[in-house]
C-alpha cells in the first residue's frame, strides 16, 4: 500500500474514530485492493453492533471517499 494513500485513509478515518470511540469501537484498515477496495476491520462494541452497517455506509464510507477518491468501496471484513 503506497505511504501517501494510507496517511489520507488515516486522516480520514480519524475525522470519525471519535464518533466510534464515544461508542466503544474503532477501526482498523487492513489493505487495499488493485481495484480500489478499502478492506477494514471494526473493532470494540463496533464489531457487533446492529448500527455497524450504516456506520459503516453513511459514516466510515462517505469519509474515505470523499478524501480518497481512488477508493471505490469500503468493506467491513470479520476476523
Not at 463496533?46 to 453513511?58: I, Q, R, V
Request: charged residues 25%.
Amino acid at each position: 500500500m503506497e505511504p501517501e494513500l494510507q496517511i489520507r485513509i488515516e486522516k480520514a478515518l480519524d475525522n470519525i474514530r471519535p464518533y466510534l470511540a464515544a461508542d466503544g469501537g474503532n477501526v482498523r484498515v487492513l489493505e487495499i485492493s488493485p481495484e480500489g477496495v478499502l478492506k477494514i476491520e471494526l473493532l470494540g462494541s463496533c464489531g457487533t453492533c446492529p448500527m455497524s452497517a450504516m456506520t459503516l455506509k453513511a459514516g466510515i464510507e462517505e469519509s474515505v471517499i470523499k478524501a480518497v477518491p481512488e477508493i471505490i468501496k469500503v468493506e467491513a471484513v470479520s476476523m
